[in-house]
């Protein structure tokens, strides 16, 4: 799980991104990072699942995350 060092506060999940587009402080990111891995991880898991795909969850799940 992505974990920061402080606990930050929990936005809605557009929220994040907004603050950095107006800011371009990559906290944001992080946050949203913090907060929404574990969705993501869930929702890449179902889709291997689902197309009953064979290979490793690293690079369809850094696909994820590294688009900004």
Do not use: Q
Not at 30 to 48: A, G
């Amino acid at each position: 799980m992505y974990e920061l060092e402080y606990k930050p506060e929990r936005l809605d999940w557009n929220e994040y991104f907004i603050r950095f587009k107006k800011t371009g402080d990559i906290r944001y990111y992080r946050e949203f990072l913090h907060f929404y891995e574990p969705v993501l991880d869930r929702k890449t898991r179902r889709f291997i699942e689902h197309y009953e795909l064979s290979f490793s969850l690293s690079p369809l799940m850094g696909a994820c995350v590294s688009r900004s």
